[in-house]
């Protein structure tokens, strides 16, 4: 499997991805799923400035669930982002990424966000896509570097969001 880690970080590519994990796993491109940011060429110049020699791949959600198979089977190593968490659902949906597992880095404070950690603070939704994510069966965990704890999402959620309606 050539993509190395999936990761959920509103900042995208940065510093913790480039140098922090991108130090351990060893990229040598950059899978950024991002529907708005597949547009923006200006804006897909900013992030190629932060990663050296590695390249840059720039996909909308549709288009990332068609390339998949082929970034799974090809040699290059690859860090696959999405700036939020419906992003990766929709990635994820029908089971594309049954048996992966994504990693919560960065999602800080904002309007309608519970801080669970001191760098991720989810919504209501983001609590449902990630329960969603799970569901589709992706093992879901946060860690902001890849030294740091790794925390499951079990952990993560506010106590009346771990039980379903039927639990």
């Given at each position: 499997?050539?993509i190395?880690l999936?990761?959920i970080?509103?900042?995208?590519i940065?510093?913790?991805v480039v140098?922090?994990?991108?130090?351990?796993l060893?990229?040598?491109?950059y899978?950024?799923v991002?529907?708005?940011?597949?547009l923006?060429?200006?804006?897909?110049?900013?992030?190629?400035?932060?990663t050296?020699d590695?390249?840059?791949?720039?996909?909308?959600?549709?288009a990332?669930?068609?390339?998949?198979?082929?970034?799974?089977?090809d040699l290059?190593?690859s860090i696959?982002?999405?700036?939020?968490?419906a992003?990766?659902?929709?990635?994820?949906?029908?089971?594309?990424?049954?048996?992966?597992?994504v990693?919560?880095?960065g999602?800080?404070?904002?309007?309608g966000?519970?801080?669970?950690l001191?760098?991720?603070h989810l919504?209501e939704?983001?609590?449902?896509g990630?329960?969603?994510l799970?569901?589709e069966?992706?093992e879901v965990?946060?860690?902001d570097?890849p030294?740091?704890h790794?925390?499951p999402?079990?952990a993560?959620?506010?106590q009346g969001?771990?039980?379903?309606?039927?639990?």
């Open positions: 499997m050539s190395v999936y990761r970080d509103e900042r995208l940065h510093g913790q140098l922090g994990w991108g130090g351990q060893l990229p040598h491109r899978l950024v991002d529907d708005d940011l597949a923006s060429e200006w804006e897909q110049d900013l992030y190629r400035l932060g050296g590695s390249e840059i791949v720039f996909a909308s959600v549709e990332a669930r068609l390339m998949l198979p082929e970034w799974r089977e290059v190593r696959l982002l999405t700036r939020d968490v992003s990766m659902l929709r990635l994820a949906q029908g089971g594309l990424l049954r048996g992966e597992k990693n919560l880095g999602i800080h404070h904002g309007p966000r519970l801080q669970v001191a760098y991720l919504t939704d983001d609590i449902s990630l329960r969603a799970e569901e069966g992706v965990s946060a860690r570097l030294d740091a790794k925390v999402l079990k993560l959620l506010p969001a771990r039980d379903g309606p039927d639990e």
